[in-house]
Structures are given as C-alpha cells and as structure tokens.
C-alpha cells in the first residue's frame, strides 16, 4: 500500500525549516548589531573615563610640567572639540565643525564636544581649561 498524503506534507516541512532559519538568521543578525553597538558605547565610555583621569593627573601636577598623553580614541570619533567656559567663546565657523555649533549654544555647561559617526554627547572635564578657545 502507498501513502498518499506524505508527498505533500514533504513541502510544508522544508518551507517550515526555511522560515525558521530565516528568523533565526534576522534575531542573530540584530542580536550582533546589539553587541557591536555597546561594545562602542563600553569603548567611548572608558575614553571618556581615561580622558578625565589624566586632565584631574595633569591639573595636580607642578607649573610647566610634561607629560606623555597615551590616549586611544574609538575609531568613530573624527574630532575632539576643548572649550575654556572662563572666556567667551569665540564661535569661528572655520575652527568650530558645523556638527557642535549647535551643541555649544544650548550646552553652557560642557566643554568638551565631540565629531563622530555616532551620536556623541558632550561632557564636562573638570579643571580642563585649553589655551585656545575653541581647541
């Protein structure tokens, strides 16, 4: 005797482990997004970290000392931008990217902004006070 109704359920099998595959494939795909994502956020978090950890070292250092700065930047960010709130801000369009103009009319209170492929919050560093203004 033949089975006549295992010819068709063979289909819906292998479309049912295609459909499965496929979810499987787009959760793993934003799933790695995800991680890529906040391994970014972990690696401009710990520069930010570092960076306020050697301005607090130099700033209790004596007059005129030196010092070697041993930072790695993440590969996003394409500018660092130092402002002196002491002084008036003199906001030169040649000197100032067009991305953190608007930064530093609405934030009076950060001084350092940054220029990346990522959207970078501004931050404020204690006793870091540049020679120019904007740096």
């Known amino acids: 005797m033949k089975k006549r109704g295992q010819i068709f359920g063979q289909p819906f099998v292998y479309i049912f482990a295609l459909i499965v595959i496929a979810v499987i494939i787009f959760f793993g795909i934003n799933i790695i997004k995800d991680v890529l994502n906040l391994g970014g ?12 950890a050697e ?22 960010i394409t500018k660092i931008c130092f402002i002196n709130r002491d002084f008036n801000v003199a906001l030169d369009v040649s000197k100032l990217p067009v991305q953190i103009e608007e930064d530093v009319i609405l934030r009076n209170n950060d001084n350092v902004f940054f220029v990346s492929s ?3 919050d501004s931050i404020f560093i204690a ?8 740096q």
Not at 127 to 134: S, Y
Request: charged residues 35%; without cysteine.
């Open 55 to 76: 301005a607090t070292r130099t700033y209790n250092l004596d007059y005129a000392s030196v010092i070697k700065l041993d930072l790695k930047v993440p590969q996003d």
């Open 118 to 120: 990522r959207n970078r």
């Open 127 to 134: 006793n870091l006070k540049p020679n120019e203004n904007p």
């Open 41 to 52: 956020s972990i690696e401009f978090r710990s520069f930010v970290d570092k960076l306020r």
